[in-house]
């Protein structure tokens, strides 16, 4: 027999019936809740950190949240305690250093300074008077003149070493009368005069080419630099061998004296000069000799004017000297031949007269400098 046969032929089972009535009657037991899956966490992406921000300012309350705020706001605050007054000692000890004083106000123009809240004494006023007299400037002869006569008459020193100063006075009176003092001055004056005119004029032509030619500077610059530091009176001497006791040597002395002081200032006051200067005159299309007579002269006058005024003293007591040691005539000389006939009134006359003619040629060429350089004093007082 076949599966089929045999599975046709087995009786079925009843099967149950699932009608509404069936259900009512026969009671289900409960069956069990099946069990449910756990939530699975869920990934969360990355967080990303950020910076805190800053919490916003509170805003002020309203006047009717003011109204219902608590009464302890409304209350005033308690007033800061004050610390206690320190004694006087404690406060010595945190400022140990005195208070500055208050500076004294300005004094007036010409005043001396006084001590503040001190009256200016009557002696301070006397000095400061007599300083600004114009002719304050006499204090010092007159003191030496004052010292002069007390040491002759005190007897400090012997009548026949230092003679009194009316002694002299009468000496010179009379050499005046006799003719013999304007003799000797007219000599020195001369051969000062003639020395000092060659020197100025060589010394400044010398100065301009050793100042604007650096060549002539390479090669002559070193003997310049030697020969100027050998003294004057060093060559009197040698120029005495050269050219004799005459009138040549004199001036020769007075030239070489003159000489080295003039072309050293022209030349310093000419390397001082400003290369602007030059430069804007060559771009003007200025010549050479149109630059040193329209740039260079004009810039080189002050330093040019001090420099002779210096040589010109120098030259006169050089002058003087070459006269005491070898010469026939002049003031050096004059004062030589008193020495050897013990006449010491005629010495003091020649020495006297030697000082104040040096500071006349001394105070002329400051007036000189001064009425050709006024035109800087304009400068200075427009600015």
Not at 3 to 16: D, L
Not at 109 to 123: D, E, I, K, L, N
Not at 358 to 383: F, I, K, P, S, V
Request: charged share 10%; glycine share 8%.
């Amino acid at each position: 027999m076949s599966t089929n046969s045999v599975i046709a032929t087995q009786p079925r089972s009843p099967q149950p019936s699932h009608s509404p009535s069936s259900q009512q009657s026969l009671p289900l037991p409960p069956q069990p809740m099946p069990p449910q899956p756990l939530p699975l966490p869920q990934p969360q992406p990355p967080q990303q950190q950020s910076l805190p921000l800053p919490a916003p300012a509170p805003l002020p309350p309203s006047p009717q949240q003011q109204s219902h705020l608590p009464s302890q706001q409304s209350l005033p605050l308690p007033a800061p305690a004050l610390l206690p007054p320190l004694p006087q000692q404690s406060l010595q000890q945190v400022h140990p250093l005195p208070l500055p004083l208050p500076l004294p106000l300005p004094q007036h123009v010409g005043q001396p300074a006084t001590a503040p809240g001190r009256a200016p004494s009557a002696r301070a006023g006397l000095v400061a008077r007599w300083l600004a007299w114009r002719w304050s400037g006499w204090t010092s002869p007159l003191l030496l003149l004052a010292l002069w006569s007390a040491a002759t008459s005190l007897g400090w020193a012997p009548e026949q070493i230092l003679v009194s100063p009316l002694q002299v006075l009468h000496t010179t009176w009379e050499l005046i009368e006799s003719g013999e003092l304007r003799q000797h001055l007219e000599i020195s004056v001369l051969r000062l005069a003639g020395g000092f005119a060659i020197g100025a004029v060589a010394g400044i032509g010398f100065g301009l080419l050793l100042g604007l030619s650096p060549g002539l500077r390479a090669y002559t610059a070193p003997t310049f630099n030697v020969l100027r530091q050998l003294p004057s009176v060093a060559l009197i001497p040698l120029f005495i061998l050269l050219f004799g006791i005459g009138e040549s040597f004199k001036i020769f002395i007075v030239v070489k004296a003159t000489f080295f002081i003039v072309a050293l200032a022209v030349h310093d006051a000419v390397a001082g000069l400003s290369e602007r200067y030059i430069e804007v005159a060559r771009v003007y299309g200025f010549t050479r000799w149109q630059i040193v007579r329209r740039v260079v002269l004009p810039g080189i006058v002050p330093a040019t004017l001090t420099g002779v005024r210096i040589a010109l003293s120098r030259s006169w007591m050089v002058l003087v000297g070459a006269e005491l040691l070898a010469a026939d005539s002049g003031l050096g000389q004059m004062m030589e031949m008193a020495r050897q006939m013990f006449r010491l009134d005629i010495v003091m006359v020649g020495v006297v007269l030697t000082g104040g003619i040096g500071y006349a040629l001394d105070r002329g060429l400051r007036w000189l400098e001064a009425h050709l350089m006024r035109w800087q004093r304009g400068d200075r007082e427009n600015t």
